[in-house]
């Protein structure tokens, strides 16, 4: 084994990793945030809770994608090959809920 | 009118070849696209359990009446109440919470890592990778606890439609609701709980790659951005299955 070229370690880029912790911070008190809803907010109000959980999700999932996996930095291109197949959960999501409906009507 | 033209030409550039038009390497750019493929696969599943979900009733009575029953789909909270060490305590959704928060700390130590790796920080990388690699095992190890306990069910039982009581659950029967409910858990946790397990083997092989020096030969530390792409992925999806599953 020989090291001829010594490796030039750059020092610690402190402003990244700050921005990494506050992302840490938002996922936690958006986490905890939503175990208060889950017991504060009463069950017969199934919408709202559906509503708020769904809404903080989209919040954790963009911080996640925007910051963790660096797709916030990265070219419109790529961001835009990677967020607008997503249309097709939505279109899913859509017709799969009325489907449900219809079954429920059906059997119920 | 200059500037436009200028601008047209680089445009034209940017997609005629020779340079990378999205600014990523092959590697992470088929990462990113395998992601997505696995996004659909995923959404479809929870998305069938919000179908199957909402073809059943729903309980309707205040929640501290809530029995386990087949006539309607179960209320989470009451079924993922349990804490390792405290048996028979009521502890909604604690440990699932718990488990979600380790996740979450596994992909910052993971960030941490990428970070160093970019900064050729041999050793860095190496103690970050392995705080990455403990929190996945110990989200396995918590997951493997909460499957054992579901399988094996409460101390009371339930009684099924046929009138015997029944404890825990398997993929046709379980005590806590319709057959769907625990086929539907097996099924979501299982492939999600199977991707944390490839992704502690990547992060694994990775980690090795770093120890061994053989990034440091190759130059740089791409290997351990794309297998990190992949751990955010999991636990992306962790917190769409801990609201979808758990919360709703």
């Given amino acids: 084994m020989q090291q001829n070229t010594p490796i030039d370690v750059k020092s610690i880029d402190k402003d990244k990793v700050k921005m990494f912790l506050r992302v840490t911070l938002y996922l936690f008190v958006i986490t905890v945030f939503e175990f208060a809803i889950a017991f504060t907010v009463p069950h017969e109000y199934k919408w709202v809770r559906i509503f708020i959980f769904v809404a903080l999700t989209i919040v954790k999932a963009y911080y996640i994608m925007s910051e963790f996996m660096h797709l916030g930095h990265e070219k419109g291109a790529l961001k835009m090959s990677i967020l607008f197949p997503l249309l097709f959960v939505a279109f899913l999501l859509f017709i799969l809920l009325f489907q449900a409906d219809a079954i429920f009507q059906a059997v119920y | ?248």
């Fill in chain 2, 1 to 248: 009118m200059s500037s436009t033209a200028i601008e047209i030409e680089e445009k034209k550039d940017l997609w005629g070849g020779g340079v990378s038009p999205m600014n990523v390497s092959y590697g992470k750019l088929m990462m990113w696209f395998f992601l997505l493929s696995d996004a659909f696969t995923f959404s479809a599943l929870l998305i069938t359990y919000g179908l199957i979900r909402f073809s059943h009733p729903a309980f309707d009575g205040a929640i501290d009446d809530f029995v386990f029953s087949q006539e309607y789909w179960p209320v989470p909270e009451v079924v993922f109440e349990a804490v390792p060490f405290l048996h028979g305590v009521h502890l909604p959704l604690i440990f699932v919470g718990l488990m979600t928060f380790v996740l979450i700390l596994s992909s910052v130590t993971m960030v941490l890592a990428v970070e160093a790796g970019e900064r050729m920080d041999r050793k860095g990388v190496e103690k970050w990778m392995l705080w990455t690699l403990l929190g996945g095992i110990a989200f396995l190890s918590c997951q493997a606890w909460e499957w054992s306990h579901f399988i094996t069910g409460t101390d009371m039982g339930s009684r099924l439609l046929d009138g015997s009581i029944f404890h825990g659950a398997n993929l046709t029967m379980n005590e806590y609701g319709p057959p769907n409910f625990a086929a539907l858990f097996f099924f979501i946790t299982g492939f999600h709980g199977f991707h944390v397990f490839s992704g502690v083997m990547l992060n694994f092989m990775v980690f090795f790659q770093a120890v061994t020096g053989k990034l440091e030969r190759t130059g740089h530390y791409e290997m351990i951005e794309k297998v990190g792409l992949y751990w955010h992925f999991v636990d992306l999806v962790w917190v769409f299955v801990f609201t979808f599953f758990y919360l709703v």
